[in-house]
């Protein structure tokens, strides 16, 4: 094993008309790149725009074995968007309207466990304004994953660590983030659909945009898995670890060309819904003076512009991905490092080549 060396892999995949800028905007991509890199764990930076499409690779897939662009990472939180764009699907599909209740599809178990269950809507479990509490921040939780950290958990077994929890405020007086609420979901859209939430992403999404390098963790494998992160000492290998992966809150594993196959398919061309269900998943509802969520959906106002995308942070990844509208560009960051900074690349990426080179 190699571990103890710093591999860095610099590629680039260009569709231009100027090579002089094509190198100029890979050169600065590097550099910026380069001032984040602190370990030897895999990474896979992704910038397309009009002008073409520039990758960094870094670090070790597992072992000996350089990162590539193909390599899959766990995405964590960024999978909600995918879980929010399958439930719009079924709004479309008449299957349940957006303002229903949730009670409406979960047992009498949940509802008498769960604070705000009976009185929330499916809007307000994809917008983040139930009140639910979130199960991942209880300790319980946490010491269940550290006795048995083969489990393989179900929605329903992870549900329970969130019984009892009393509502953080009533329904839509406000936000809080909670992963809860993409658990419910789960539950939901299983329900209506007659089918695992997996078969539904891939029904739905994977298979049409023929996303063949994204799948659900533990429900589904594909060959070579994905890649390994490690402790901050470089021994434990996390990607061994079962932290209630594979769930709607944040069950998939993808790479960075599948993504910008989502986002480009979502946001660019907005080829996968409805002009009336884009409508609903852009209408970001306040969380600060400086962003807003919608259905599954971050914004967020810079100084550059505004970004629309999702973060993602599981036992040993980090993820980013966005589309920026002013600049028709896609950014995704994937990262076996769960403290890598995604949103502050993202942001140096950003000011450095499209805010301030590419004008």
């Given at each position: 094993?190699?571990?103890?060396?710093?591999?860095?892999?610099?590629?680039?995949?260009?569709?231009?008309?100027?090579?002089?800028?094509?190198?100029?905007?890979?050169?600065?991509?590097?550099?910026?790149?380069?001032?984040?890199?602190?370990?030897?764990?895999?990474?896979?930076?992704?910038?397309?725009?009009?002008?073409?499409?520039?990758?960094?690779?870094?670090?070790?897939?597992?072992?000996?074995?350089?990162?590539?662009?193909?390599?899959?990472?766990?995405?964590?939180?960024?999978?909600?968007?995918?879980?929010?764009?399958?439930?719009?699907?079924?709004?479309?599909?008449?299957?349940?309207?957006?303002?229903?209740?949730?009670?409406?599809?979960?047992?009498?178990?949940?509802?008498?466990?769960?604070?705000?269950?009976?009185?929330?809507?499916?809007?307000?479990?994809?917008?983040?304004?139930?009140?639910?509490?979130?199960?991942l921040d209880t300790d319980a939780f946490l010491d269940a994953i550290e006795d048995d950290p083969q489990r393989e958990w179900t929605a329903e077994d992870v549900l329970v660590y969130a019984y009892g929890l009393p509502a953080l405020f009533a329904p839509d007086a406000d936000?809080?983030?909670?992963?809860?609420?993409?658990?419910?979901?789960?539950?939901?859209?299983?329900?209506?659909?007659?089918?695992?939430?997996?078969?539904?992403?891939?029904?739905?999404?994977?298979?049409?945009?023929?996303?063949?390098?994204?799948?659900?963790?533990?429900?589904?494998?594909?060959?070579?898995?994905?890649?390994?992160?490690?402790?901050?000492?470089?021994?434990?290998?996390?990607?061994?670890?079962?932290?209630?992966?594979?769930?709607?809150?944040?069950?998939?594993?993808?790479?960075?060309?599948?993504?910008?196959?989502?986002?480009?398919?979502?946001?660019?061309?907005?080829?996968?819904?409805?002009?009336?269900?884009?409508?609903?998943?852009?209408?970001?509802?306040?969380?600060?003076?400086?962003?807003?969520?919608?259905?599954?959906?971050?914004?967020?106002?810079?100084?550059?512009?505004?970004?629309?995308?999702?973060?993602?942070?599981?036992?040993?990844?980090?993820?980013?991905?966005?589309?920026?509208?002013?600049?028709?560009?896609?950014?995704?960051?994937?990262?076996?490092?769960?403290?890598?900074?995604?949103?502050?690349?993202?942001?140096?990426?950003?000011?450095?080549?499209?805010?301030?080179?590419?004008?």
């Amino acid at each position: 094993m190699l571990r103890y060396l710093l591999f860095v892999v610099l590629s680039a995949t260009l569709i231009v008309s100027g090579i002089s800028a094509a190198d100029d905007t890979q050169d600065l991509l590097d550099d910026i790149v380069s001032d984040y890199i602190e370990d030897d764990n895999a990474l896979v930076v992704y910038l397309a725009t009009p002008e073409g499409v520039w990758t960094v690779t870094a670090g070790f897939a597992r072992d000996d074995e350089p990162t590539t662009v193909e390599d899959r990472f766990r995405i964590g939180s960024v999978s909600k968007t995918l879980v929010a764009v399958a439930a719009l699907m079924l709004v479309e599909d008449g299957i349940f309207a957006l303002d229903d209740p949730a009670s409406d599809w979960l047992s009498d178990e949940i509802l008498q466990n769960v604070a705000n269950a009976e009185s929330a809507t499916i809007r307000q479990l994809l917008n983040m304004r139930s009140g639910i509490d979130d199960y991942l921040d209880t300790d319980a939780f946490l010491d269940a994953i550290e006795d048995d950290p083969q489990r393989e958990w179900t929605a329903e077994d992870v549900l329970v660590y969130a019984y009892g929890l009393p509502a953080l405020f009533a329904p839509d007086a406000d936000f809080n983030y909670s992963n809860t609420n993409y658990i419910l979901l789960q539950i939901i859209l299983e329900e209506a659909s007659a089918m695992g939430l997996h078969e539904l992403i891939r029904e739905r999404i994977l298979e049409p945009l023929e996303m063949v390098d994204t799948y659900t963790q533990i429900s589904e494998f594909l060959p070579g898995g994905f890649v390994d992160a490690y402790d901050a000492d470089g021994f434990e290998n996390l990607s061994e670890i079962n932290d209630g992966a594979g769930l709607g809150d944040g069950g998939l594993i993808s790479n960075v060309i599948d993504l910008h196959i989502f986002y480009e398919a979502l946001l660019q061309e907005r080829t996968l819904l409805s002009a009336a269900m884009m409508d609903e998943l852009l209408d970001f509802r306040p969380v600060d003076a400086s962003s807003g969520y919608s259905l599954g959906l971050d914004e967020w106002q810079t100084e550059f512009g505004v970004l629309w995308g999702h973060g993602g942070g599981v036992l040993g990844f980090a993820s980013f991905s966005a589309y920026l509208p002013d600049d028709d560009a896609i950014i995704v960051i994937l990262s076996a490092n769960e403290d890598f900074e995604t949103s502050e690349l993202m942001l140096d990426i950003i000011d450095e080549i499209l805010f301030f080179y590419q004008d």
